[in-house]
């Protein structure tokens, strides 16, 4: 047990600002040998992560976890400051508490303050004694033995719960316990040491001065006691937070080499893990000199290609479609849709009559439109001009005779394939058979190249950067997926431990495909539902085989793209009862239509706008387009009676969006007379999010569209090419909008959904069940995966890494975690 002296008191000191308090108190501790200068900084790097400021004008500033190697052994400081400091807006702090633990003999100064705390008089006393004896009397005062000071519970259950050795209830853990026993109704006490505390406040808790490895008894009455009790029994034994090494603590799977040798990091855009040569992917480059001909005969060169290359492009979608699905095979149907354009067709002819050939002035145009593209302001049209350009090579290739195939020769054995980029038709020629792994310089988790990796089950690392273009070809590499990383020449011993890994990552997948039916239910009995994110009807048979609970993300667009008329009532109807059938009493959450300037809908004529994504998109287009929404909600409506039916709106982003739907739906429910569903909203833009209180109100459930979501609070589109990989849904700023729209969500007793990208990620998965999300909705490959993972590990340990995440100060430090942070 430490002593307080008056050596390690300070009075009537005078700081400008909440940092030179921290310095000040840590200053102390350095000159009395308890830490070391560098310890300080960690005490400033912990205000970024929480607030340590108690209450009655007490703060208690202490250093990171990680950094406690820097104390040489525990002390304590106070610095008095009577004028006071302001510790954060509307917090003055007049008695600055440094602590500097290696492992609990401060709690006997925490249970001390937790009195001063109680009574504002000594808390007032101490702040302006000229006496440093007075402050430690009574912040080194005993209180083994005292009466307990809070009420008893009758009739309560009560559970002992021992803390693991090194993790006392200093001010984290108590903060820990705290979120949790705030959970439930029951009330909720804790006794140690002759003492009681009420669960549910912070300040009581820290009164226990409660060691590592102290046991607990845990008192609870009401409705939720036994599940209250169990809970808060996992979390005391985990630790509540504190960094204590658990054997056997499930880890983030993923290969780690033996040694620390060359690699390359970049984004973990398709998991799994590839062992093979480098090939660096070569596209051709096609030189074409002017010939003169007749402008007759050009043209017609001319109109032939531009046919051929039409008739590639169908054959590629069909073969996509087949490979990866109808959404992302959709790519080049828009590269159709290019090469129709008339007014494109005719800069060419007016080239052609002018003298030229059919190629240079196919590729001149095509130039001149790539540059025009590239420089449009709007980032995502911008990004488009890739998509042009290899139309225009497409076409250039017929015109020169140059193969098609040329351009993706690959050697007999299977490769990890390196590239600047990949275009769609780059990609849609690639051999999977033939492709262990992509590595791209460029791209984020969002790219094309990466969704068609995950739905072509390929590792992949994008966004490496250009270094990797100067590896040499042929050497032996290792490719993880899921970690993000390109592993140059590794050891043959290293190489055996990948194989190894491959062969444990194959036997995982098959034990968890044979589980794939059995719920996500955590080691503590917690349960998250896990269901699919699907695109088209023929998907819900599919998503119940691949062992989804349900539907969570119906994106109905695909009834409405690639048509010249709207879909019909009846069309819709017979699509969603299609799927109803199919799922035979599992949910299906329908969203309503979800298109914008962004789409080509011929038989909307929308306004090109300059930036798609901020304009009429979403709910905002279906309430200015009844003709499109109406018939919609009469088929969900419909459908409704078939099976368990709910329906969410996207994109919205006011209270009177939402309210406007709602008359609508409503409105179309009276007329057909049939029972009310649930109605949810997408949450999908910071705007929904602050709200969260009101909108919760308002409507029955939220889904959490993560994609969307990452974009508008970073302000970074997930398409763009120099900024795609910043875009990660693991941003703590995420987590922090997912955190607030849980609780508001919580405290109106409405559920939360997610059906964005880190849904579907482990750790992703881990954190947003940590943070209280009920559904995760994701591809059909991640949910055997998900499920399995979600079954090896408890709901306390998911807590513990999510509030370590909401800690966290970027996406590289919240994958950096361990999983037993």
Known sequence: MIELTNQSVQLAVRVPTKEAAIRAAGEVLVAAGHIAPGYVESMLGREQQANTYLGKGIAIPHGMQKDRELIHHTGVSVVQVPEG????????????????????????????????????????????????????????????????????????????????????????????????????????????????ANGKAMVSLLKLGAPGGATLRLIASGPDADAALQALKAAVASGLGDEVKKEGAPQMPGWIPESSGRSISGVGASPGLAIGRLHHFQGTQIVVKD?????????????????????QLEE??????????????????????FL????????????????????????????????????????????????????????????????????????????????DDLTPSDTARLDPKRILGLCTVSGGGTSHTAIIARSLDIPAVVGAGASVLSLTAGIVCVLDGTSGHLYIEPSASELDSARQFQNDLRQRRDEEYFTRYQPAIMTDGHRVEIVANIGKASEAGPAVEAGAEGIGLLRTEFLFLERSTPPSEEEQFEAYTTMTRA???????????????????????????????????????????????????????????????????????????????????????????????????????????VMAAEFA?????????????????????????????????????????????????????????????????????????????????????????IKAHLRTISRTQAQVLAMA?????????????????
């Open 583 to 689: 799922l035979n009493g599992l949910p299906l959450v329908i969203r309503t239509l979800d298109i914008g300037g962004d789409k080509v809908v011929p038989y909307l004529a929308l306004p090109d706008e300059e930036n798609p994504f901020l304009g009429v998109r979403g709910i905002r287009l279906c309430l200015r387009k009844p003709e499109l929404f109406i018939p919609q909600l009469r088929a969900i409506y419909r459908a409704s009676l078939t099976g368990p039916v709910k329906m969410m709106f996207p994109m919205i982003a006011t209270l009177e969006e939402l309210r406007s739907a709602k008359e609508m739906a409503e409105q179309i429910r009276a007329e057909l007379g049939v029972p009310p569903i649930e109605i949810g909203i997408m949450v999908e833009v910071p705007s929904t999010v």
């Open 291 to 311: 010939n003169e001909g007749d402008p007759a005969g050009e043209r017609q060169k001319l109109n032939r290609a531009i046919e051929s290359a039409c008739a």
């Open 340 to 419: 129709n354009d008339s007014e494109l067709r005719t800069s060419v002819s007016i080239l052609i009559d002018a003298g030229h050939g059919a190629a240079w002035s196919w590729q001149r145009i095509i130039d001149e439109r790539v540059s025009e593209v590239q420089q449009m302001q709007n980032e995502r049209l911008a990004g488009r001009a890739a998509d042009l350009h290899d139309v225009g090579q497409r076409v250039l290739r017929v015109l020169a005779g140059t193969p098609e195939h040329g351009e993706t020769q690959l050697p007999d054995e299977p490769v990890i394939l390196v590239a």
């Open 316 to 337: 590629m979608y069909n073969v996509m479609k087949t490979r990866a699905g109808k959404a992302e095979a959709a790519i080049f149907r828009a590269h159709q849709a």
């Open 697 to 785: 109100k308002e409507c029955d459930f939220f889904s959490v569209g993560t994609n969307d979501l990452t974009q508008y609070v970073l302000a970074m589109d997930r398409m763009h090419p120099a900024l795609a990989k910043q875009v990660d849904g693991l941003h703590p700023a995420v987590l922090r909008m997912i955190d607030m729209t849980v609780r508001a969500a919580a405290s109106a007793k409405k559920w939360v959904g997610v059906c964005g990208g880190i849904a579907g990620d482990p750790r992703g998965a881990a954190i947003l069940a940590g943070l209280g999300v009920s559904e995760l909705s994701m591809t059909l490959p991640s949910v055997a995966a």
């Open 805 to 821: 995440a909401l800690e966290c100060k970027n996406a590289e430090e919240v994958r950096a975690l361990p999983f037993s942070a």
């Open 85 to 196: 400091v302001e510790w954060n807006p509307g917090q003055i702090v007049r008695l600055v508490v440094g602590i500097a633990a290696k492992s609990d003999e401060h709690l006997a100064i925490l249970a001390s303050l937790s009195d001063v705390l109680d009574d504002e008089a000594i808390a007032h006393r101490l702040a302006s004694t000229n006496n440093p004896a007075e402050i430690v009397a009574e912040l080194n005062r005993r209180h083994a033995g005292e009466a307990p000071t809070v009420e008893t519970l009758e009739g309560a259950r009560q559970i002992d719960a021992t803390l693991p050795p090194g993790a006392g209830l200093h001010a984290r853990p108590a903060m820990v316990f705290f979120d949790m026993a705030a959970e439930f109704a029951s009330e909720i006490r804790v006794e140690f040491n002759g003492k009681t």
